[in-house]
């Protein structure tokens, strides 16, 4: 069958998108069209300039060592991270390659923060198009493409289903990066799908109890040399009110930052999906990893994969 993919917004929780795909091309399936937005431009955009094995085979390797390496910090810059050395790994899969030559209709997704709307690329360079979708506001640099300042596409559109209106699929195909919290409305397992059951919640909680990369990332915010000194400005300020605490210890910056922008997208995704609803919607839970977890590549692609066959063998697809 042909298919218009639809890949949604939702940091590392994107290399799912990788396992969705695997699971439609193991059944026959061509994809013939492709939108994306954020961390679904990414993928989408590898795969329509055909290096998505090439990637997948990086991206499973990496570590938090790699990760850390791969992140060039920036200090009184509109972004924490400026992601040129990310997207110089990139250009090793998609190249200079434009959407116009693309061998499949893509669209990518981002968002002008000074004209308040979306804007839809479907020409001009993809790793362009690319790098503006996944810019997440204060974590990573915006982008200034001629007159427009360019934020993740997430922002106002999670999962762009509208740009599939002209693809010649038969059928869309939507990719949701935020599904139901695992511990919310929890049933139990019948017996035939206990152990898929177990295996998901195996994969969500396999890293817990460890320091995620995002509480490292923040860490090291905190020691730089500005936050010393914000920290030692603020703590000559006279006591706050015992009534509530105000600087939690139990947070970081960019993990609240990830977390703040989870409630937002999901919530206006669900807003844009009851008046266009895919044919077919795989779901990721919202929980199943932080937004900047890029070492569990692993685990977020067999998760999709998973999620995927579950919702295939449900819809006949």
Not at 83 to 94: A, D, P, S, T, Y
Request: glycine share 10%; with cysteine.
């Amino acid at each position: 069958m042909k298919v218009n993919l639809v890949l949604g917004a939702g940091g590392a929780r994107g290399f799912a998108h990788v396992g969705v795909i695997q699971e439609l091309h193991a059944r026959g399936h061509d994809v013939v069209g492709v939108a994306g937005t954020s961390m679904g431009a990414l993928v989408g955009g590898v795969l329509a300039a055909g290096g998505l094995d090439g990637f997948t085979d990086w991206v499973r390797t990496l570590t938090r060592g790699d990760i850390v390496r791969l992140t060039d910090f920036t200090f009184g810059a509109p972004g924490l991270i400026r992601l040129q050395r990310v997207m110089r790994e990139l250009h090793r899969f998609i190249g200079n390659v434009r959407i116009e030559e693309l061998p499949i209709p893509y669209t990518a997704v981002a968002t002008d923060i000074d004209a308040e709307r979306e804007v839809w690329f479907r020409k001009g360079p993809l790793v362009a198009a690319i790098r503006a979708s996944i810019a997440i506001p204060a974590v990573f640099t915006p982008v200034r493409i001629g007159d427009r300042l360019l934020v993740d596409g997430g922002l106002l559109n999670p999962l762009p289903l509208a740009p599939t209106m002209d693809m010649p699929g038969e059928v869309n195909v939507g990719v949701s990066l935020f599904g139901k919290r695992s511990g919310l409305h929890v049933q139990l397992p019948s017996k035939e799908s206990s152990d898929a059951a177990r295996a998901d919640n195996a994969m969500i909680a396999a890293d817990a109890g460890q320091p995620s990369w995002t509480a490292r990332l923040g860490q090291s915010v905190a020691e730089s040399w500005p936050a010393r000194n914000l920290g030692k400005l603020l703590a000559a300020q006279p006591p706050a009110a015992k009534d509530f605490e105000d600087w939690p210890t139990d947070v970081n910056l960019v993990d609240l930052l990830g977390r703040t922008l989870d409630v937002m997208q999901g919530r206006i995704e669900i807003a844009r999906t009851v008046l266009n609803v895919p044919d077919v919607l795989v779901w990721v839970p919202m929980d199943s990893c932080a937004i900047l977890d890029f070492h569990r590549a692993e685990e977020m692609i067999e998760l999709g994969r998973r999620r995927a066959v579950k919702e295939f063998d449900r819809m006949g697809l």
